[in-house]
């Protein structure tokens, strides 16, 4: 099973891809961001970001995908232009039929470290080593998309209520 995981962001958005096998270890396939240009119209962005995903998702064939959440307790033009970025994955992943699981920041981070106020570090850390890989992976919101599709991986099968209703 492959699972697409996805951390929103307007400027930075996260993603990776896992191979996940019942009873082995995950395999990353691949993570990474896309980035968007600061000072660019909040549509262009978008695109760029609709556009992205869409690729990703052409090129990995993921059977599912889990999407963060969105969790904000400060600035609210910052959390509404992150909606907006979800709201263009959430098109993307519908528009190719890839059924969609979301998980709160909390339930990843509990999930991989038993901690619900794990540091980014030790998210890095748990999923290095879910995927033994040799160092942790970078930057922080690739992390934190394959920590989110881990989590899934983890939880697949308890969690049939988190599927969107779409």
Do not use: C
Not at 121 to 144: N, S, Y
């Amino acid at each position: 099973m492959r699972i697409l995981g996805l951390d929103p962001g307007t400027g930075i958005f996260g993603f990776g891809v896992i191979d996940f096998w019942p009873g082995k270890t995950p395999k990353m396939v691949t993570a990474g961001v896309i980035k968007t240009p600061p000072h660019t119209p909040l549509a262009e962005r978008l695109e760029e970001i609709y556009d992205g995903i869409t690729l990703i998702i052409d090129e990995t064939k993921p059977d599912e995908a889990v999407i963060e959440k969105l969790f904000f307790a400060g600035n609210i033009t910052t959390g509404i232009a992150v909606s907006h970025a979800r709201g263009v994955a959430l098109l993307a992943l519908k528009q190719k039929k890839v059924p969609i699981y979301e998980y709160t920041p909390l339930q990843i981070k509990q999930t991989l470290t038993s901690y619900g106020r794990a540091t980014k570090k030790q998210i890095q850390e748990m999923v290095r080593i879910h995927l033994a890989m040799k160092a942790p992976p970078k930057p922080d919101d690739a992390a934190d998309a394959l920590a989110a599709a881990i989590t899934h991986s983890l939880l697949r099968g308890r969690v049939s209520q988190e599927k969107l209703k779409t």
